[in-house]
């Protein structure tokens, strides 16, 4: 309704040219502004109980916080010492884990140093096998050289160029030679049988290297079981605890919930980081690979040592360079036939080394899968015994889920029997009170009447009866001391409940609160998610407007400027008004919706509480009140400080008013009638403001700076005035369409007015240009004054 006015006041003021109804538009723009300072007022008001309201119930958490770790702290260093307990004993078997992997470490060097003797012996293998090839080749040249010597003779023979006759010196040259190549022979013969001798030495050696890396390797796998099952039986103990710790909590959690400040401590307890599986494998795996080098270096030895025996029975064959071919005779036939016995020899000696080789390999392949099934079958044992320790683990914690149950059970037996016993025991001490009451009467009365009789009458043997009598009220002394202790008893276990039911109640109390909190906290940040995008469109709006003004500069000063001016000012109010609207009936579904939680979570408490004492209900009740007095306290301050604003506000919006007054009298548009009585209503209006009048919801503050985005708007004085009547959002969207059609419809007979107005003010009075600018001027300078205030 008021856009509707604030339009109508500003068409009429721009378009006509009488100025009768100027104070009426003025009252209708006042009372705009006043509706839209009053609900963002309210608005601020709102969010600022809401602050309030949120401090209080933080400051009542971190009490109860204190409270609930001041009640949990010998329970938590109960448990830390159980922790720390156990960190012990894992601290010991990691150290002898430690010791075991150092042992480990040392059979690992022996291994190294073993590795290279194998490669100096390696080496000194491919030096031999080096100097066979040499020898090999230098015996090829020669066999070559004497077949061609041999061919070139059996050429000469026919011809008659070489001599038949016989050279005694010659043959017994022959014989020596053949007798050296002989001696040759046999010292070659002795060398391979050497080397042989010391290939045996060495795979003798090796033998016993391996067979001693195997004994160590056995020893060290021993080692490891027994530490692997004392890791596991420490492990097992470990979970054993872990698992009364588990039980601890729960039973723990049914009385409170769990405490965030202690899930840091006991999450300090998981500090093992391997697993029993992850370990075995590591060590099958460094087992596999130590079997596959050294069986490959192994197969590796005994290649270069066949090559090296080889290469002696090749050098058997050996004859030197140096051959004296004149002195070789006739007689040939000799000379081929021991050399075809040599070959002989040489073919059987290199069949019987690669049978012999063919022996070795078959027996390093038997040896090599005898291993792997030895290591296969090690392996498929593991993992038999992985399973039945796996099984028993199972079998374990069934045996545990099933005794904590009966456990649980016969304690709840046990409450249950021990709850009737009370109520049974309070029975019977309730009759024994009331016949103690009277019995000790009869007895007074009856020990008076023995005093007379004694006095009456001698004394006489009643000692049988005294005694008796002595025993029966030494058995009601004992009856009646037992039944006092249990009765202290009694109530200690009733004290213990009641305090248990208290502190309950106190954990559900600070669940509902903080339930509550979470959810205005979520809340309140979408307002103010919503009041930043709010406030960035209002910056936005505040660069289009400065935009403007620059490039609008040259009209500064004029009454068009300072009406376009006013009318931007109040779009922007109107937009902001709008969506604060939004924004309070937002935040007034979601205050509904916290009651209803609110009264929900009370009336959840009632009825847990039912089975209270009424001390409970009265200290909830007095709480209850002591919140509310102090919410209505800090109401009543905050209701003091924006009233005391609101009069700051005021006096400036007089200020800001007659400065208006001053310049519309300057440019003619009001006559001195009219001022005089718009002076005149005004002190009437005054006058019959001291009277009481229907007050607005709430005042406002000196400023609308939001709280929470830090922006600012532009107010005017409008709190005295007549608030008209709130209309849904739709009415003020269509409202505001309808304004925008208007305008626009409007907006060229509004430049044409002005622009004659113009014309005519500047004919008729040239000397008020500088006073209408300096008024203007001074409007703005208390509305920007306002807006920073």
Not at 46 to 57: A, G, P, Y
Request: glycine residues 2%; proline residues 2%; aromatic residues 4%.
């Amino acid at each position: 309704m008021h856009y509707t006015q604030l339009h109508a006041a500003y068409s009429s003021m721009s378009g006509s040219a009488v100025h009768s109804d100027a104070d009426k538009q003025i009252q209708q723009l006042q009372s705009a502004l006043a509706v839209l300072v009053e609900e963002k007022t309210s608005v601020q008001s709102e969010l600022r109980n809401v602050k309030n309201d949120l401090e209080q119930e933080r400051i009542l958490n971190e009490s109860l916080s204190a409270n609930m770790k001041s009640v949990c702290g010998d329970e938590s260093k109960k448990l830390q010492a159980r922790l720390m307990e156990c960190e012990h004993l894992l601290s010991a078997r990691s150290i002898e884990l430690d010791g075991l992997r150092r042992s480990e470490a040392n059979a690992q060097a022996q291994l190294l140093t073993v590795q290279h003797e194998r490669s100096e012996a390696q080496a000194r293998l491919k030096a031999i096998a080096r100097e066979k090839e040499v020898l090999e080749s230098e015996l090829k040249q020669v066999r070559k050289e004497l077949h061609m010597k041999e061919i070139y003779l059996k050429q000469l023979g026919p011809h008659g160029i070489v001599n038949n006759f016989s050279d005694e010196g010659t043959i017994k040259a022959l014989h020596d030679r053949i007798d050296a190549l002989q001696t040759q022979v046999g010292l070659l013969t002795n060398e391979r049988d050497q080397m042989h001798h010391n290939s045996q030495e060495l795979s003798r050696h090796y033998e016993l290297c391996r067979l001693e890396f195997v004994n160590t390797r056995d020893k060290i796998a021993s080692e490891l079981a027994e530490a692997t099952s004392e890791r596991d039986a420490a492990l097992l103990r470990v979970k054993e605890l872990e698992n009364d710790v588990s039980v601890l909590q729960k039973e723990q959690n049914q009385y409170r919930p769990v405490i965030p400040s202690l899930n840091s401590g006991q999450q300090e307890s998981d500090a093992i980081t391997f697993t029993e599986e992850d370990v075995v494998y590591k060590v099958n795996e460094a087992k596999r690979r130590a079997d596959a080098e050294w069986q490959q270096k192994f197969d590796e030895e005994g290649k270069v040592v066949d090559s090296m025996l080889r290469n002696k029975v090749d050098r058997s064959n050996f004859k030197p360079r140096i051959i004296y071919f004149w002195t070789i005779p006739f007689q040939d036939q000799l000379i081929f036939e021991r050399e075809q016995t040599i070959s002989e020899l040489q073919m059987r000696l290199r069949l019987l080394e690669e049978r012999s080789a063919e022996t070795r390999a078959s027996g390093s392949d038997l040896l090599s899968l005898s291993e792997q099934l030895q290591n296969e079958k090690a392996t498929v044992s593991r993992a038999v015994a992985q399973n039945r320790e796996l099984k028993e683990q199972l079998l374990e914690t069934e045996d545990r889920l099933v005794a904590l149950t009966e456990e649980k059970l016969q304690s709840e037996l046990a409450r249950q029997t021990a709850e009737h016993q009370v109520k049974e025991l309070m029975k019977r001490i309730d009759n024994e009170v009331s016949h103690s009451d009277s019995g000790s009467v009869q007895l007074q009365s009856s020990g008076r009447n023995d005093a007379l009789e004694e006095v009456l009458h001698p004394a006489m043997s009643l000692e049988p009866s005294r005694s008796r009598e002595d025993w029966e009220e030494s058995s009601e002394r004992n009856r009646s001391e037992n039944a006092a202790a249990s009765i202290f008893q009694i109530r200690a276990d009733l004290r213990r409940s009641h305090t248990r039911n208290e502190e309950m109640n106190q954990i559900l109390r600070q669940n509902a609160e903080d339930e509550n909190q979470n959810s205005i906290h979520v809340e309140l940040g979408q307002a103010v998610a919503r009041i930043h995008e709010l406030a960035a469109e209002n910056q936005q709006l505040r660069e289009v407007l400065y935009m403007l003004l620059n490039s609008l500069s040259s009209g500064v000063g004029s009454e068009e400027w300072a009406r376009s001016e006013l009318e931007k000012r109040f779009a922007q109010a109107m937009y902001s008004n709008a969506e604060l609207r939004e924004t309070l009936d937002s935040l007034e579904h979601i205050n509904m919706q916290l009651q209803v939680c609110s009264h929900y979570c009370d009336c959840l408490i009632i009825s847990l509480l039912e089975n209270d004492t009424i001390a409970d209900h009265v200290i909830l009740y007095q709480h209850q009140r002591r919140l509310i007095r102090e919410r209505l306290r800090a109401k009543d301050e905050q209701l003091a400080a924006m009233e005391t604003d609101r009069m700051r506000t005021l006096e400036r919006c007089k200020e800001l008013q007659q400065a208006l007054m001053d310049v519309l009298a300057r440019t003619g548009a009001l006559k001195i009638e009219a001022i005089q009585e718009y002076e005149i209503k005004d002190r009437s209006h005054s006058n019959h403001a001291k009277r009481p009048k229907r007050k607005v919801a709430r005042s406002y503050s000196h400023s609308t700076v939001d709280e929470f985005s830090g922006d600012e708007d532009v107010i005017v004085n409008g709190s005295e005035m007549e608030v008209p009547p709130r209309s849904s959002m739709d009415s003020v969207d269509e409202n505001r369409a309808s304004e925008e059609g208007r305008s626009e419809s409007v907006g060229s007979e509004e430049m044409n007015g002005q622009s004659e107005m113009e014309k005519t003010q500047r004919a008729a009075t040239p000397s008020s240009v500088p006073e209408t600018d300096a008024a203007v001027r001074r409007i703005l300078q208390i509305i920007t004054d306002i807006s920073v205030s």
